[in-house]
């Protein structure tokens, strides 16, 4: 019984983890946050904390010709976030490379001369990428978690560590060593159309 409310407090604390950031304001709209939070009856970090996320429905990062054909960063926000922070860096890259950061952009370089995205990565015929959604979770997100921290360390240290891991770690994809099935472009074919075909499963 002790064991169990363990647990549940562990699981309770990490749920309600939060990330500390200095953030600065003017005078004038600190002052005028401390008011706002006092008419919710909030204290300044909460207040700050609700308006953050609020603002999310208001940035979009798809517009397109129509009134309606908006998406907003809170309606992406299930499909980009992870707890991983490897996964939800390959979801980033996949979604909205535009958003990336110079460190981000290097380190998914790195990440792709490697082909540890290999198996859920294919082109169909008009040579547009495609991500096999199922094969990215089952196969790709474990694999690419296993590899992160070698890859951020290896690109802390510099380009020449950056090159050895890259050469390294492709020479693990070409010999089976995480894949067993290497070469392959997917564990699925999609098609120009968009529809897998069973035939082309390899198993």
Excluded at 122 to 135: A, E, I, S, T, Y
Aim: proline share 3%; glycine share 2%; aromatic share 8%.
């Amino acid at each position: 019984m002790v064991e169990q409310d363990k647990r549940r407090a562990k699981a309770s604390s990490e749920t309600t983890k939060t990330v500390t950031v200095s953030v600065r304001l003017d005078p004038k709209l600190k002052y005028l946050a401390e008011l706002a939070a006092r008419k919710h009856r909030r204290t300044l970090s909460s207040y700050i904390d609700w308006a953050v996320e609020s603002s999310l429905e208001r940035v979009f990062l798809h517009e397109g010709d129509r009134y309606d054909d908006k998406t907003s960063v809170a309606d992406e926000a299930r499909r980009l976030w992870d707890v991983d922070e490897a996964e939800r860096f390959v979801k980033l890259a996949i979604t909205y490379p535009e958003l990336m950061n110079l460190e981000e952009q290097e380190r998914w370089k790195m990440l792709a001369d490697t082909d540890l995205l290999g198996p859920a990565k294919h082109r169909d015929l008009n040579g547009v990428v495609v991500w096999n959604q199922p094969v990215l979770e089952d196969v790709v997100y474990p694999t690419v978690r296993q590899h992160w921290r070698s890859l951020v360390a290896a690109h802390e240290e510099g380009v020449d560590a950056q090159r050895a891991w890259v050469q390294e770690t492709l020479q693990k994809v070409k010999a089976g060593k995480i894949y067993s099935d290497y070469p392959r472009k997917a564990l699925t074919k999609t098609h120009a159309c968009g529809q897998v075909n069973d035939d082309d499963i390899p198993f």
